[in-house]
């Protein structure tokens, strides 16, 4: 399953990914709105929003892609470990 995470901290991307990668999930993290977001983002199984760390353009975009790509959004106003591993634990029981 291919995660993308949008918002969260710098100093928490590596963590991220592995904490993503622990669930065989492949994952891009984007903590800063980049100008070609859009063409990075591509088509994932699952999109997590940390909405408290994440500005209104960028999620506007990303809802976006996720609506043209048919992946499912989780939005979260936490942006730490066990919010994303809640999310995982979640997302990866319904996929099974």
């Given at each position: 399953?291919s995660v ?10 590596y ?8 669930y ?6 984007f903590?800063q ?5 859009a ?10 929003l ?23 959004v989780?939005?979260?106003h936490?942006s ?5 591993t809640?999310?995982?634990?979640r997302e ?5």
């Amino acid at each position: 399953m291919s995660v993308v995470i949008i918002g969260g901290h710098d100093r928490m991307v590596y963590q991220y990914e592995k904490i993503c990668k622990g669930y065989r999930c492949s994952a891009k993290v984007f903590t800063q709105m980049s100008a070609n977001l859009a063409k990075q983002i591509g088509q994932p199984d699952l999109m997590v929003l940390f909405t408290n760390t994440v500005s209104h353009k960028m999620v506007r975009c990303a809802l976006e892609e996720a609506k043209r790509s048919n992946a499912r959004v989780v939005r979260c106003h936490t942006s730490s470990k066990s919010a994303l591993t809640e999310i995982l634990e979640r997302e990866t029981a319904a996929v099974q």
